[in-house]
């Protein structure tokens, strides 16, 4: 037997390992990517749409949003996100179990550049009861480098009421 063929041998044996060691660690780091990006997000788009009825219509006018403030921040993947911060006010009488908003950003023509819908009150927090207030907190992902950076519209867009 030739020394070379040995090492050759020695070679192709280690060859599988190699390759198996690599996607191993392709996937640990694509798993990672995944966790991190499902972490960052606080809340997302809505999946399910809620009534928005003439009754809900009537007790929006009652729903207000002020002390408003947005900030920008850039995670250590370069990834951009928009935070828009307030306090959600319920000046009726009527406990809100869920509410859904729509914020549209705008262009410097006035067009809708981005139309988001977000939960503020899920079925899982506390509902805000009449003449309450409470901070809110909304992450966006993706806002349109078009955009006029002015503050987004913030519209009531469905919501479930208690009594």
Known sequence: MDPGESSDREDRSRLPMALAAG???????????????????TRGPVAET??????????AQRIHFTNL????ATNFL????????GTISNDGTRTLKRLQVTLEFHDPLNQVVL?????????SARPL???????FQVT?????ATWDQQYP???????VLGE
């Open 153 to 159: 519209s913030i519209r009531v867009s469905g919501a």
């Open 129 to 135: 009861d009449g003449g309450q207030r409470r901070d």
């Open 50 to 59: 809620l009534p928005f009825g003439p009754v809900e219509q009537a007790y």
């Open 23 to 41: 996607a191993g660690v392709v996937i640990l780091i694509l798993a990672g990517l995944l966790l991190v990006s499902r972490t960052m997000r």
């Open 140 to 144: 966006l992902e993706h806002v349109p």
């Open 115 to 123: 139309r988001e819908t977000q939960l503020l009150i899920t079925s």
């Open 78 to 85: 370069n990834q951009e996100f928009t935070y828009i911060a």
């Open 69 to 72: 403030k947005m900030a920008r």
